[in-house]
């Protein structure tokens, strides 16, 4: 599992509520990211990161911000929570191997906004 | 950027036949195509990838394989089990480490 972990696994909360969603990795690796997986629309990139304080925007970024003050931790903050960032978030990191570049996800994060 | 589409979005076979997915891809500078398999609950997890200097790859019942040309790439299942089913997501990635997914095929290996 690449040594990635998730807190918390699942979350409802309130609409206008901020929310930060915890990516944790133990093994060293210098990219990051950071996906929602909705029906119909696969897994679509938020944001990621390609090392500390060092962060980019993906396709679906308006409404989320991130932060990488360490290697290990990676965290997706929602400034303020609507219904239509109901979602299962998943985190993943990169291994860079003779050019490819393979993602491994974490076990996700259920959130529900209300 | 990027744009992947992925078909069929549902696939329905009878195990020990064979089941082929296919995505197409926009973006010419994309040299790296991974495929996931994802079971109900649980995260994706990686099962083949190819890259662009190669035109197709095996692992056992699996494989890939890519025109780039075309900029299309498909996923090959043979002798399929009932443990094959799941939801399955092809990519496309190039600079920046970054992936694109498709919209993923639901497979179901019947009995």
């Known amino acids: 599992d690449a040594g990635i972990t998730q807190s918390p696994r699942h979350k409802v909360t309130e609409t206008g509520t901020p929310v930060t969603l915890r990516c944790h990795q133990t093994e060293n690796h210098r990219y990051m990211y950071w996906y929602r997986q909705d029906p119909g629309h696969g897994l679509r990139l938020i944001h990621y990161?390609?090392?500390?304080?060092?962060?980019d925007k993906g396709e679906v970024s308006d409404g989320y911000s991130v932060s990488r003050s360490k290697t290990e931790d990676f965290l997706l903050t929602l400034e303020s929570a609507t219904s239509s960032q109901t979602s299962v978030y998943f985190c993943?990191?990169?291994?860079?191997?003779?050019?490819?570049?393979?993602?491994?996800f974490g076990p996700g994060t259920r959130l529900t906004v209300t | 950027g990027e744009n992947v589409e992925q078909h069929p979005s549902t696939l329905s076979v009878q195990e020990g036949d064979s089941a082929v997915i296919k995505c197409t891809y926009s973006?010419?500078?994309?040299?790296?195509f991974p495929w996931y398999k994802q079971e109900l609950g649980k995260r994706p997890q990686l099962i083949i990838d190819i890259r662009s200097n190669v035109g197709e790859k095996k692992d056992q019942r699996i494989a890939v394989t890519l025109n780039k040309t075309a900029k299309h790439f498909s996923l090959h299942i043979t002798e399929t089990q009932p443990e094959d089913s799941a939801v399955y997501f092809c990519a496309a990635g190039g600079t920046a480490s970054k992936l694109t997914f498709g919209t993923g095929t639901r497979l179901q290996v019947t009995l």
């Open positions: 973006d010419s500078a994309s040299n790296y």
């Open positions: 993943a990191i990169s291994e860079i191997a003779g050019g490819s570049y393979e993602q491994y």
């Open positions: 990161s390609y090392g500390v304080k060092d962060t």
